[in-house]
């Protein structure tokens, strides 16, 4: 081979990636769009995979590019295609970590049931005996109101600070907090 065409292939590949790497910025993640789960689970939170369509689209790219610049320096193909992986692979590995970085700080404002067991919560409408009131509980910045109902069915008023012990179908149970819980309401330091 020439170096003419050596030039040529890594340039198409090059090309190639970055039109991969446009229609990706288009549709989005080209696999999760097609439906096509490319990611083989090798991450365990199933988030922003090695095998994401932009960080392949930027290992193409990269390696094109410095196959190109390798053949350029006088590099035969597989020194070339050796210095096109490495600029690929350290590309790659760039995107792949920032996008991981991007897509952990993304935040849901949605409170599960999970979130609110355990935690400690105050009486905005009074429970009276066998009856049902309302509690009011920080998860974060965002306030949670859920209807309540006392474990022993004993009265709570308004404003008591209760411990959430468990969740069923449409009311929280809980407690009278005893004091001896971290408190989100109380004056404890």
């Known amino acids: 081979m020439t170096d003419f065409s050596l030039m040529t292939i890594f340039l198409a590949i090059g090309g190639l990636g970055f039109l991969f790497l446009l229609v990706s910025f288009i549709v989005g993640d080209i696999f999760d769009a097609i439906g ?15 095998f994401d369509s932009r960080v392949i689209a930027i290992f193409l790219t990269a390696f094109g590019g410095f196959g190109a610049i390798g053949v350029s320096l006088g590099y035969g193909a ?30 849901s404002s949605s409170v599960t049931e999970e979130d609110l067991i355990g935690r400690t919560a105050q009486v905005v409408v009074a429970i009276h005996p066998n009856q049902i009131g309302q509690i009011s509980c920080r998860v974060g910045e965002e306030r949670v109101e859920r209807i309540a109902r006392a474990r022993d069915g004993a009265e709570i008023k308004a404003g ?29 330091t």
């Open 36 to 50: 096509f789960d490319f990611d083989m689970n090798l991450d365990a939170n199933h988030d922003f995979g090695v």
């Open 78 to 107: 597989l020194a070339g295609s050796l210095f096109g992986i490495l600029g690929g692979v350290a590309f790659g590995a760039l995107v792949f970590y920032f996008g991981r970085f991007l897509y952990r700080q993304q935040s």
């Open 160 to 188: 008591q600070t209760v411990f959430i012990e468990e969740i069923t179908g449409d009311a929280v149970i809980v407690s009278v907090d005893d004091g001896e819980r971290l408190s989100l309401f109380s004056e404890k």
